[in-house]
């Protein structure tokens, strides 16, 4: 595990939508679109599963995954390589039910996502572009 950088947190807290990446047990990429996600601390993310149906399948089968965020206002752009351990009951689940059901109540909530972050990469072009920051 390791802390994100406040560069890294700042930037990613400030994207929406978000693109996530998983894949399957044989490797199959997907990524989507995420709205629904917070950092809870300096290494972990929770994520609202609300429509997910390939990447639940995949994150069901592959605990990785890979978030991408990019600020136009910075010029930063990271690559948040994790884990996650996926809940459907318990505190982490109600923690999610309510932050998304205050938002909006007829979310469906069906998931929680937690990322443990395992390592990140500054995306920037340029010279350090791919290199591994934490
Ligand atoms: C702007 C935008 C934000 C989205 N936010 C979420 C979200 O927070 N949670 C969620 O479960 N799906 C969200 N979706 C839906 C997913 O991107 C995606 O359509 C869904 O997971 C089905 O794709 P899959 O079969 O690849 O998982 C969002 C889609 C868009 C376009």
Excluded at 68 to 91: A, D, M, N, R, W
Aim: with cysteine.
């Amino acid at each position: 595990m390791v802390k994100m950088p406040a560069e890294v947190r700042e930037t990613l807290e400030k994207q929406k939508p978000v693109p996530i990446a998983t894949a399957s047990k044989d490797g199959i990429p997907n990524v989507v679109f995420v709205g629904m996600l917070k950092v809870l601390d300096d290494e972990t993310i929770m994520i609202a599963d609300n429509f997910f149906y390939k990447t639940a399948a995949n994150l069901g089968e592959n605990p990785q995954i890979s978030i991408l965020c990019y600020s136009s206002e910075t010029k930063k752009s990271f690559q948040i390589k994790g884990k996650v351990e996926v809940h459907t009951t318990g505190p982490v689940h109600e923690e999610m039910l309510k932050w998304v059901h205050g938002i909006n109540p007829k979310l469906p909530g069906k998931s929680t996502v937690m990322v443990k972050v395992d390592k990140i990469y500054n995306a920037m072009w340029g010279p350090a572009a791919g290199k591994q920051i934490a």
